[in-house]
């Protein structure tokens, strides 16, 4: 393991696991030590970048100097000899891609409500001289409240004499590309964009592409003719959106200006899109400021100074993250530096004092919620949630829990006519240490007997390697968590095939806690545990959720059976992880085309079995069939 590359962001960060790899990058889950938030790590590799490594800068250059509500934040930047790290916002929705596909398509009002986002973004993107030129789904997250952060500026260009002037490199993807893009014209980068954002509502509303073939060729040549199908679904205020944004002539297309007020975008909507940025770099939050400037002991107005000068380093990231934690109604509080182990024990005495003083007692809030908590305490937004115990950094700071009645979209909607407000007085419990083991604790599973009579003759053991107990989860490390573990090939999969079955639809399960179920929670995230999750080696249980398909079977083995015969059938190589079958496929000449992982869980408040699965690496929409196909294959 390259210690010395990961040493730097070790200190400011305790990582997770990896949620994405692609190109030359992998994302990681991480948690910043000083405000206990969650962060997404892009981790690059500087020898492998290559080429590649001056549109990295691109990319750092463009998030740095955009700040949006609409745009997942940069917070941080750290290079060292071999690697780059881009400490990024927290979507722990994933992508839009894998939403819409769980819905099939989205309906007229939800494909607005996203919509009016994306144009907000991008409006905002163009109006600081940028075009994106990479729009698609896989590049729109979505956050813990549902909103949408466009990402990866990767192939963004800010044209030196402004927007107004030409392009020439073709880049983005091929079903989104405009047509003056791929005929290798020079173009002007926001008409392109407006462009891909109608093959992006298209997909929104559909649920497929507007220009689509297994050959690129034969997609170039439907963009160049603009023809495209109209499902009947689509109304007459969608199809004539479309129809202006898809306009093959750039000058014939709709202009973003026009998009703002834009009669489908403004239908149920008093007001036109808000473009402008909420949170300005300009401006400084006070709250944030005051509690930078008490936790270095400085005055407030060395520490604007500091801030302004948005290095991208620690403080960037630490006062970032704190006007974050406050948009979310979470206390603006940092940890004591001694979880980061930098503490002098006079800095130490300093912040115990400070921290204990306003602190004594815990308040909690109780306002009947059903959906979420702004302070993180309870409900666990996904399974990456699951894997970050929250309770121990919420708890060093004063505890305000809310639990509203309604879902509340923003902190003005809760109900605070019904908070009940209990004081507690006890002593807060102690923090645990930072540097401790998170994800790689989890103990391999147990490979269900059934299952390993299964082609046991073609397994590949992979000798566990032992790693040391602080090592964070990093890529050298990674080998030591395939334990239990088997790797099969398996036969033939025609993706041209590939049946297009309907997936299942998904609600989001709603809870509607009462105030005593909501105590309960309080008082079981308050009572001390030991173990983060049982260690029964049986599945996970996870909350229903998009990336999750429910099956009929209650048996977790059975289930997994079923999949492994399936993908044995369909040419996906896999490995099994306890209940979790890392599969891959290659292309003719071996090179790894695409990576996903299928889990089998229990979802949590019923006896069902699920299927939760996740795209890591591999174009976005042949996942999809390929998915559909496994799934729809299975006897579940
Ligand atoms: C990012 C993220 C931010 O992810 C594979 C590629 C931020 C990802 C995230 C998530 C799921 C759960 C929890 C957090 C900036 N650039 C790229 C990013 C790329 C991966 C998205 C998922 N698919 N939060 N999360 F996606």
Redesign the pocket.
Known sequence: MATDNYEEILKYYKLYET??T?GFAK?K?AQHLLTGE?V?I?IMDKLALGDDLPRVKIEIDAMKSLSHQHI?QLYHVIETSKKIFMV????????LFDYIISKDRLSEEEARVFFRQIVSAIAYVHSQGYAHRDLKP?NL?IDDEHNLKL??FGLCAKPKGGLDYHLNTCCGSPAYAAPELIQGKAYIGSEADIWSMGVLLYALLCGFLPFDDDNVMAVYRKIMRGKYYVPKWLSPSSTLLLHQMLQVDPKKRITVKHLLSHPWLMQGYSDAVQWQSKYPLGHLDEDCVTELSVFHKQSKESMSALISEWKYDQMSATYLLLQSKKARGKCVRLRLPSLTGHASTTQLADLEKRRTEPCRRIQLLLIPCPDCEPCGLSVKH?E?DAEMDDTEFTLSTPVTMKVASKKHENKENVDTESAVKIEMPFALPAPKTPFAKSVNEKQAQPIPCQALVLKESQFTTVTPVKKPTNSANTDESTAAEILSERRCHSVELDLNLAHVGSSQKKRKAKMFGSLERGLDKVIAMLTPSKKKRPSTGGPRKLKAHCNVTTTQLLNPDQVLNEIITVLSMKNVEYIQKGYTLKCQTRSDFGKVTMEFDLEVCHLSKSEAVGIRR???KGDAWVYKRLVEDILSSCKV
């Not at 990024?88 to 992508?95: F, K, Q, R």
């Open positions: 949620i994405g692609g994302v889950l969650k997404a892009k997942c990024l916002e927290y979507c722990p929705g994933g992508e896989e997250l990402t990866d996904s990456h996740q795209r890591l």
